[in-house]
């Protein structure tokens, strides 16, 4: 991520469309989380994604991850009114294992606010997602498409990874082949951004 996006990223506008766009559409589609839930936020940058998951999806702690120090350290200064409820890590959101210690199934919901398009194996993003997903777990998303990062001014202002991108249907299609089951989606902007919420699937009981 380079310094025009980081500043844009932290602006007061991107604040305002996270807070009163994307969340009320996030929880149309899957709604708060039970009480004691456990989060995960993948690419927290300065930690206002946590935030709003900690006061408006009600997780009880979250789990937040950044390849970049300095982002973590931004994070832990907006979010240290939250105390024990954060857990702030440096690391690869493609090996949760290796950051965070997450085994399968650890967290109750997984938040992906615009990070997965910046990842040059996207897929293995997903798959890690879907992995520590509990059953019947959540993961919403809100992401950039290769629609988007084919336009002239993105090539221009911002980096990111050219080859294997996704557009819309390729990422829901992506969740599909790790047992998530999407509750519901909407793209903007001619299908540049994709908003949306998927479900783990539950283990079938035997005899079914």
Request: proline share 5%; hydrophobic share 40%; net charge neutral.
């Amino acid at each position: 991520m380079n310094r025009a996006e980081t500043v844009l990223i932290n602006s007061s506008p991107r604040q305002w469309l996270q807070r009163c766009y994307e969340v009320p559409t996030l929880l149309r589609f899957g709604g708060r989380l039970l009480p004691g839930s456990r989060a995960l936020e993948i690419g927290c940058g300065s930690g206002y994604g946590s935030q709003l998951v900690l006061r408006h999806f009600g997780a009880a702690r979250i789990d937040a991850i950044d390849l970049d120090p300095a982002m973590i350290h931004r994070a832990g200064r907006r979010l240290a009114p939250y105390g024990d409820r954060v857990n702030l890590v440096q690391g690869s959101a493609t090996d949760l294992r290796a950051a965070l210690e997450a085994d399968d199934g650890s967290y109750d919901a997984v938040f992906d606010f615009g990070i997965i398009h910046h990842i040059p194996d996207w897929r293995a993003a997903v798959a890690e997602a879907a992995r520590v997903l509990t059953p019947g777990g959540r993961f919403y998303f809100e992401e950039v498409t290769a629609h988007a990062l084919n336009r002239p001014t993105y090539r221009r202002w911002f980096d990111h990874p050219t080859d294997d991108r996704f557009t819309a249907e390729q990422f829901l299609h992506e969740l599909g082949q790790h047992d998530l089951v999407v509750l519901g989606s909407v793209t903007r902007i001619q299908g540049d951004y994709l908003l949306g919420v998927a479900a783990k699937l539950l283990p079938l009981r035997a005899g079914h």
